[in-house]
């Protein structure tokens, strides 16, 4: 029979256990006699090892996405923003031209900025130009099934999205969440950091130099934003993101799970009206089982958040059934919101 035998050269309790845990099962261990200094030393060291084991007191708690891409660093955020600016007034406006901007006023439009003032709060840990952002927040009426949030915090709801599909408030959350999350990880600077790097490095370059048409420069940027398609690692990085910020706002992030599964129900409905424009959501946003597992996967670690969260003193969803469709009892009247 061999033997594993305790000697001097394991300095430690700590050392001959991992020792142990190598050693062939045939193996026996006979100590040697310790010395009572290195008693206290080895008791320290053993205490030591077991707390490695153990989750750090600091751990971030929440969903890991791992780090922003390197790409992004190719094109200035300041730019990015500048442009997102330029372009998401360009499209107020031209909802105002044709009466498409819903106003302040709407029960709709209070509603998302309410479930927006409890997000925001939570979003300068996933990226510290947030404080900084002039958030917005409108509502478009369109029958278009779309949402989004442009860099430097700029965000429209389209009704064609509440409506048709009947958001609860936590799935309004989970949608708000996953485009915030878009602009917080900035994807489409990512996106146009990597056209930058492969086709129009030159010309960004010398804007950036004062050698070239910066305002043409800007311009195209700005055009860029609205028409970006994420990868598919972008939107599971949106989807998890923002499930976790609608849970630390006080959402129901399972509400994920049923909003999918009414997306998935709707664009293959029958090739009805709806499920064409739904088509053109789905275009940029996956959908599918494989989206369900992975945030179904990623619930445990949102669930204790949302768990102590204060919870919204008011909702918006209280005339819908389960099934989501309108009761006859209207909800209570909102509060009225200053207009941004």
């Not at 001097?8 to 261990?29: G, I, K, M, Q, T």
Request: aromatic share 6%; net charge positive.
């Amino acid at each position: 029979m061999s033997q594993f035998i305790s000697s001097p050269r394991y300095h430690c309790s700590l050392c001959a256990a991992f020792a142990r845990l190598n050693a062939p099962e045939d193996a026996v261990d006979t100590p040697s006699p310790a010395r009572p200094g290195r008693r206290r030393f080895n008791a320290a060291l053993a205490g030591a090892g077991a707390a490695l084991l153990l989750p750090a007191a600091g751990a971030r708690e929440g969903v890991d996405v791992g780090k922003q891409s390197s790409f992004s660093k190719l094109v200035p955020a300041e730019q990015v923003e500048q442009a997102a600016t330029q372009q998401y007034a360009q499209l107020l406006q031209e909802a105002r031209n044709k009466n498409a901007l819903v106003g302040a006023d709407d029960t709709q439009t209070v509603r998302l900025r309410a479930i927006a003032r409890r997000i925001i709060p939570f979003t300068p840990e996933w990226n510290g130009r947030a404080p900084g952002w002039k958030w917005e927040v409108n509502l478009l009426a369109s029958k278009q099934i779309n949402a989004f949030c442009m860099p430097g915090g700029k965000i429209a709801f389209y009704t064609g999205l509440i409506e048709q599909l009947k958001l609860t408030d936590d799935e309004v959350s989970m949608v708000m969440g996953h485009e915030v999350a878009h602009a917080l990880r900035e994807h489409a600077r990512e996106r146009m950091g990597k056209s930058t790097a492969t086709n129009i490095g030159l010309e960004i370059g010398a804007a950036l130099l004062g050698l070239g048409n910066a305002s043409r420069t800007l311009a195209g940027m700005g055009a860029q934003l609205l028409q970006l398609k994420f990868s598919r690692d972008d939107e599971s990085e949106a989807d998890l993101v923002g499930m976790e910020l609608a849970a630390r706002a006080g959402y129901d992030p399972r509400s994920g799970v049923s909003l999918w599964t009414k997306m998935g129900q709707a664009t293959g409905g029958g090739g009805g009206g709806s499920g064409n424009k739904l088509a053109e959501y789905g275009s940029t946003h996956p959908q599918g089982p494989t989206r369900i597992r992975d945030i179904e996967a990623n619930l445990p670690k949102v669930l204790p958040l949302y768990e102590r969260a204060p919870k919204p003193s008011q909702r918006w969803d209280a005339g819908l059934s389960d099934s989501g469709d309108r009761k006859a009892t209207k909800p209570a009247t909102p509060p009225r919101e200053q207009s941004r």
